[in-house]
């Protein structure tokens, strides 16, 4: 009988080995010829392949459950970015809540009062703000996947933020991966302020993709969102408010002391020791997998990250 | 100020509307050319598009939260099928657990004890069978899908379970999306018996496809598992046993009195309900949306099912 840990093991993604030979080539024979695990790549990477996000356009959520950390993408949604800063230094969300979780969707947070008379006051930010789904800007730093994709001509990473680009256009806009964070809005394309914000948390919605502004994605704390209870009501909605999730704070990290402060660095996507990670996960070369894929979805990409590393 | 319940049901699937015209056929301008929603095409389905799920193929997890309902897939794993029967039959499950929850990808459950000697017996079940990752079977009923895949030359439905095609090789094999049900395995491909499973919560990963036997899907109950909070040892593990998520009982549907069975319909994947459906969310043309995607993941083609329909 099979060892049930190993069972476990044979499933785990960090465990993944990595080969640079193509799909094609014949499977390494000897030990020093193994291909390198995804952890031996990232030991490997220059301290250059990294970066920490600036705290002006990172957000701290601050639930009961601990703290979700969302990078902010002005590089994408400039607009909706300045006036979601603006409401996390006023304190908007502070005693709101998670107010909808809709199981392989999203969970969706602010002000659920459809009464406007009693709404939350949107303080110094703007109430209107024009809708930014897509980007014509060639200084966007677009780091392309070879591989297809189904919804778009074009799919890869900026700064960290799975997008997609149609060359024919020159527009580049943000995916709905998982984490990825929007703006609700009405049926209007421009009715969106930031106010309302969603995280996906289901099976990738890019259908959404061009059709609503994304602002960010969560860097840390995902497995606090992913597991709120689905409401009971249709969208997954709370009418119990008591049900709903409450939000203690949002705020700008660079608002809070340093000392507090989550230390965090990223893999840049456009080094090459994000290509070979991808890679490894593209075509998964360690002895569990008998079929590598030859290709990766945009959004199983891993984004690793890592406590910074100490300079002696 | 944007009604923030317009905002949610923005985003809310089942209020997406349909229109069987072409992506480039311009928008119905009165109310009579509306496209219909996915709820009216459902509505107006026939009852020969539903079929009940057999009980001898079908299994009731329950938890202390409540009851998950699968399908088996004997048609793509008639040897693993065959075992987990045996194995519910025998109650292999009963006072088990959920022993891991890993964000974004799998919960797993069976006996995580790692010494033989003392891991509960298999019974009637047999401890070997042979790797079912793909199938060459002429009789599966593949209905394709006309949207491009990264991952496999064509994918589609059989039976209602999401899968992929080689026609170079007359392969077809069972697709890792949301709900799909597989074996663990250690490093040998045959080296699954059906007593450890799991279930995908996250992304779709599908590089698993064709590396390990899927055997079905959730078809009801998984927002009782997608919640279960991510255990915090590496892959989603938990040392302590009473953080586990306890199995009150596995069985067959066909083993519970037939009026404790769960009354359930599902949407058949071959009919014109079904295409209706999936092109109503391949070009979503409800005002909300301001550009349809002219495509659809595998992974996201909804899979309806409703409480059977009264026959007066």
């Keep these: 009988m099979p060892n049930p840990r190993l069972l476990l093991c044979a499933l785990l993604p960090a465990l993944i080995a990595f080969s640079a030979t193509s799909a094609a080539a014949p499977e390494p024979t000897d030990e020093s010829a193994k291909p390198l695990s995804v952890q031996q790549i990232l030991d490997a990477s220059p301290a250059s392949d990294w970066r920490a996000p600036d705290p002006d356009n990172t957000l701290y959520m601050d639930l009961d459950a601990g703290r979700v950390v969302i990078e902010l993408a002005p590089q994408f949604a400039p607009e909706h970015v300045a006036n979601i800063r603006t409401l996390a230094k006023e304190g908007f969300w502070d005693g709101l809540s998670i107010y909808r979780s809709q199981d392989n969707f999203v969970v969706q947070f602010g002000d659920p009062t ?38 778009a001509p074009q799919v890869g990473f900026v700064d960290g933020f799975a997008a997609a680009r149609d060359p024919a256009t020159g527009t580049t806009w943000m995916a709905h991966c998982y984490g990825a964070l929007g703006t609700g809005r009405d049926m209007a394309a421009d009715s969106s302020n930031g106010a309302e914000l969603y995280v996906v948390t289901g099976q990738s919605p890019r259908q ?46 660079s608002e809070v002391p340093a000392a507090e402060r989550i230390q965090l660095e990223l893999l840049r996507t456009d080094s090459a020791t994000f290509d070979a990670v991808t890679e490894a996960r593209r075509n998964r070369r360690d002895d569990w997998y008998k079929v590598p894929a030859g290709h990766i979805d945009l959004c199983n990409v891993p984004l690793p990250s890592r406590a910074p590393t100490v300079k002696p």
């Design 114 to 151: 459809g009464d406007e008379a009693t709404r939350k006051s949107l303080g110094g930010a703007k109430a209107h703000l024009p809708a930014e789904f897509e980007r014509v800007d060639p200084a966007l730093n677009f780091h392309a996947l070879p591989d297809t994709d189904g919804w």
């Design 208 to 253: 959404l993709d061009r059709n609503i502004t994304l602002v960010g994605r969560v860097i840390q704390g995902m497995p606090l969102l992913s597991v709120i209870r689905r409401g009971p009501e249709p969208m997954g909605m709370y009418d119990d408010p008591g049900q709903r999730t409450p939000i203690k704070a949002i705020r700008l990290a």
